[in-house]
């Protein structure tokens, strides 16, 4: 019988937010009539006359693997230099490059709990053993203790670490002086810091700075913020030795010509996406206020998602399913009796709240 490695065998699923189409069609629902609150992407979608910018993409041609003008206009709006950047198929790819290229058999990963799912999956896939912290449990909400992942890296020696900044499902944002002593707790090992929600984040800081350190890759998705997901485009940022490492592993023409187009576009789309995040946050108030008027309280998170414990997660997002309203389960985070919420338009903020009522009358 033939049977793939044993390390895929022990793969764990990588749950993600988003629509799942299979069980749509089981339902009989159409993907056109759902509300999706279970994906943190920007619900006013790209910005204005990207339509005009796909249809100048050259995709009669092999794209340039390096994607190399959008690298150096990168590299000018971020103030570093191109030898310092990849340009990746969204921040995933580039996650499992990181895995791919620094972590192997006999290598040991650490992962703060709950976190992305493709975390353990990247470090899973390379071979490596995934050791689990959880983050600490605070008021109202959960929390990075730094001081206990710095302890956790020098008792282990892990060869990497991922830490997301905002964490993901939690919203949990770690401060600069905390991210600092996280990076210096081992030279060896490779901090993967993953801001994927940065555009979203209120009072957000920059780390890039911190990569002359030789042991940090930051890693940003431009899909998020600009309403890209079906395009792919993300970034990674690092000492040019990591960047090198991940170029020799990246397959070639991963980022196609209209994701290359469209990232130049939206580099100087910055206020567009900027105006988008203010109305999600004030989207955001509104759901907090309602929710904690039907009983719900939704837990501090530093992001536009929050977590909101409602009992029975699965079926109470079983319920607002039937009503073309879909959340996130964060069973697959080890929080079942959690669903956490990406806030949309405002009007469509009232459906949800409406929606929840209706399903706990």
Sequence with gaps: ??????????????????????????????????????????????????????????????PDSDAGELKKALAEKLGTSPANLIIGSGSTELIRLAATAYFGPGDSVLVPQPAYGD??????????????????????????DAGRLVGAIRRWRPKGIFVGNPNNPTGAYLAREEVVEIIGASPD?????????????ENAWSSLDLVGRGNLL????????????GLRLGYGVASEAIIGALEKVKPPWS???PAQKTGLFVLGQA?????????????????????????FEALSSSTNFFLVRVGD????????????????????FGLAEYIRIAPRRLGECRRLVVAIREIIA
Excluded: W
């Design 218 to 229: 930051v890693v940003r998705s431009m899909t998020k913020d600009y309403a890209l997901a």
């Design 271 to 295: 206020e567009y996406s900027a105006a988008c995040a203010r109305r999600l946050r004030r989207a955001g108030r509104y759901l907090r206020r309602n929710l904690s008027r039907l009983g």
């Design 1 to 62: 019988m033939l049977l793939p490695e044993p390390r895929i065998s022990r793969l764990p699923p990588a749950v993600h937010g988003g629509l799942n189409y299979r069980e749509l069609e089981r339902l009989r629902l159409a993907a056109g009539d759902i509300l999706d609150f279970s994906a943190s992407i920007n619900p006013y979608g790209p910005p204005p006359g990207i339509k005009g910018v796909l249809g100048e993409a050259e995709i009669g041609a092999y």
């Design 189 to 201: 090992t490779l901090v993967v810091l993953d801001e994927a929600y940065l555009g979203f984040t």
């Design 255 to 257: 980022v196609s010509a």
């Design 313 to 332: 997660a699965a079926g109470f997002r079983a319920k607002l399913l039937k009503k073309g309203i879909l959340v996130r389960d964060a069973a697959s």
């Design 119 to 144: 975390y353990e999956v990247a470090a899973t896939l390379a071979g490596a053993r995934v050791l689990r912290e959880p983050l600490a449990v605070a008021q109202n909400g959960f929390r990075f």
